[in-house]
């Protein structure tokens, strides 16, 4: 069973605070959706068709080597004007590799996303949530902001029902939000469906999707 909770408890926010989780102190009615592990084919399309016809501008923390795979779907994120942001090249987890491997996979991420655009950012979030002190240190030394989050779609949890991947972001969202979804073909099912709904009630309520 999956047990990470759909909204990141302030108590965990507070333990680190190096970390952006939202941007509640913005006293605004804007909610940030970011998407993770892409570009994929038709599933990043997908979302791309369902931010423009919001008019919603989102974050996408890319895997290097999807774009490398798929470089015409990342210059499509580029040219509606989303921000494109670093997931690492080949989804590295944090523990499993040392700080030399770490490192060096996220700057060669960096660098092929500057090939692509002069507008990519510092932004980057660790696969899986996952990093150390050390990682922390040495990423911010190199101008990094590591960007985690407040709620959680769980869109890759095939346990759920499309109503609960939904609803955890319906139910738990505010201003402020960093919200996270996938644009990865594990995650696809519940996206196709939670994400229009998401768009669609917050847009009715007044709230405006923009990037980090």
């Known amino acids: 069973m999956n047990i990470i909770p759909a909204k990141t408890p ?41 931010l423009r016809l919001f008019g919603a501008r989102a974050t ?10 798929h470089p015409e779907i990342f ?11 670093n997931h690492t090249m080949n989804h590295l987890k944090a523990r499993k590799n040392n700080l030399e491997t770490y490192l060096e996979n996220v700057i060669e991420c960096e660098n092929l996303i500057r090939e692509h655009t002069v507008i990519g950012s510092k932004l980057f979030r660790p696969p899986y949530g996952q990093i150390s002190r050390a990682k922390l240190t ?3 030394k190199l101008g990094y902001q590591i ?10 949890d095939k346990n759920i029902s499309l109503e609960h991947c939904l609803n955890n972001v319906v139910n738990n969202s505010k201003d402020g939000s960093i919200i996270v979804f996938h644009d990865s073909i594990k995650a696809a099912t519940n996206l196709k469906f939670a994400l229009p709904r ?9 709230y405006v999707f923009d990037r980090i």
Do not use: M
């Open 10 to 50: 302030s108590s965990i926010k507070l333990l680190f605070p190096d970390y952006t989780w939202d941007f509640y102190s913005k006293k605004e009615k804007k909610l940030y959706l970011t998407f993770d592990d892409g570009p994929i084919p038709e599933v990043t399309e997908f979302v791309l068709d369902q």
């Open 60 to 69: 996408f923390f890319c895997i290097g080597e999807n774009i490398k795979k």
């Open 198 to 206: 998401v768009l669609e009630y917050f847009t009715k309520k007044g």
């Open 147 to 156: 960007v985690l989050w407040d709620i959680l779609s769980k869109d890759w």
């Open 138 to 140: 040495a990423l911010r």
């Open 75 to 85: 210059n499509k994120i580029i040219a509606d004007r989303h921000s494109v942001c």
